[in-house]
């Protein structure tokens, strides 16, 4: 599967943005999603995960009531919805898939990553 992240962008704080990531070479509905992030200097972290169907979804605790991620598989595409953003959410964002059922944090059993997409949140 190949994975294409956008929607990035500089957004002031308070602000929102929708990440999509588009999925092409497997079937969409076979795949789970991830969203990661990782700022300057820093590790990077899991945000939001998805399951295959998208019944089930997982958060990272600070994102929790402002992020939320979802996906059509008709349209063979993932998004991520931030809402009430903040500086400290700045950061290249990626999503990634894995052939699984459930949702994870680990990056390791994701075996596909797209591109990173740049949110700038300003104070």
């Known amino acids: 599967v190949q994975l294409q992240a956008c929607g990035g962008g500089l957004v002031q704080a308070g602000g929102s943005l929708r990440l999509s990531c588009a999925a092409s070479?497997?079937?969409?509905?076979?795949?789970?999603i991830g969203w990661f992030r990782q700022a300057p200097g820093k590790e990077r972290e899991f945000v939001a995960s998805?399951?295959?169907?998208?019944?089930?979804?997982m958060y990272e605790d600070s994102v929790k009531g402002r992020f939320t991620i979802s996906r059509d598989n008709e349209k063979n595409t993932a998004y991520l919805q931030m809402n009430s953003l903040k500086p400290e959410d700045t950061a290249v964002y990626y999503c990634?898939?894995?052939?699984?059922?459930?949702?994870?944090?680990?990056?390791?059993?994701?075996?596909?990553w797209g591109q990173g997409t740049l949110v700038t949140v300003s104070s």
């Open positions: 998805i399951s295959r169907s998208g019944g089930t979804t």
């Open positions: 990634a898939a894995g052939a699984f059922s459930f949702v994870t944090i680990k990056m390791d059993e994701y075996d596909k």
């Open positions: 070479g497997r079937t969409f509905s076979s795949i789970a």
